[in-house]
């Protein structure tokens, strides 16, 4: 009897750890496929690769981005969207070279939204124009337009020295399905302005956007809500779409 007993905790010390990293096994799995589901269906994280958005956005902010928007909650006006790239608006990246360790790492990471794996195919802007609404730019005042209100745009970031709100001027009117978007940064920005010998002219369709940005998450100075600014739209009537 008194042989048994050590032998016997020792055996109960193994199941112990077996059932230790079982159970460890299991959470590290659950932990991973409910990250690949909130990633899929509901928060994604992106990183700003460009000044395009300044002062809003500066470049290595991390944003997070709803993906309920547009496929079950309404785009509007104002909304700073992510989308991707509908076709010419980015250079080809350059093919990066990653060893499989790297490769496995960054795969990993992007189950849980904190690769920018995916930031080079991928855009930010701020939507002005809905499908359906008469954009132009600029009248006297340098204002733009959208269905004949003009916008008081307190996010714009201009040249010293200019008073209009878009170094060029447009007058478009948004198709069907699809989006006028901008960046703030308006004398820097690479946007539907830029894009019209495209495909979609300029246009962003409403299929390729990602989510709706509502929050700048690290750098932790940085924390903020991002505004689609309300009362910017709060007098332009609905478009003809």
């Known amino acids: 009897m008194t042989h048994e007993r050590p ?17 460890l096994a299991v959470i590290v799995v659950v932990a991973i496929l ?13 990183f700003i690769p460009s000044q395009s958005m300044e002062d809003t956005l500066l ?24 989308f991707k790239d509908p076709g010419g608006w980015l250079d080809a990246p350059a093919p990066v070279a990653q060893n499989p ?20 195919d991928h855009l930010i802007k701020r939507v002005i124009g809905l499908p359906g609404d008469h954009v132009t730019c600029c009248n ?8 004949g209100s003009p916008l008081d745009e307190p996010y714009v970031l201009k040249q010293p020295g200019t008073t209009a709100v878009s170094g060029t001027s447009f007058d478009v009117t948004v198709p069907k399905d699809s989006l006028w978007v901008m960046g703030d ?10 894009n019209t010998d495209t495909a979609t002219h300029g246009f962003v369709p409403i299929k390729d ?19 689609n600014y309300p009362d910017t739209f709060a007098g332009v009537a609905k478009g003809s779409g």
Not at 103 to 111: F, M, N, Q, R
Request: proline share 3%; net charge positive.
């Open 34 to 46: 409910a990250s690949f589901l909130i990633k899929t269906f509901l928060i994604r994280s992106f």
């Open 7 to 23: 032998r016997r905790r020792a055996k109960h010390r193994g199941r112990g750890a077996g059932a230790f990293l079982r159970d």
């Open 59 to 82: 470049v290595n902010d991390r944003i997070l981005v709803n993906e309920l928007v547009p496929h079950l909650m309404p785009l509007e006006r104002g909304d700073v969207v992510v």
């Open 101 to 120: 360790v790297a490769g496995a790492a960054d795969w990993v990471l992007s189950l849980f939204g904190l690769s920018s794996q995916d930031a080079n």
């Open 209 to 227: 956007v990602v989510g709706r940005a509502f929050v700048i998450s690290w750098p932790v100075t940085r924390w903020t809500y991002l505004s």
């Open 185 to 194: 940064n308006r004398y820097d920005s690479k946007d539907s302005r830029y």
């Open 140 to 147: 006297a005042l340098g204002q733009m337009s959208v269905n």
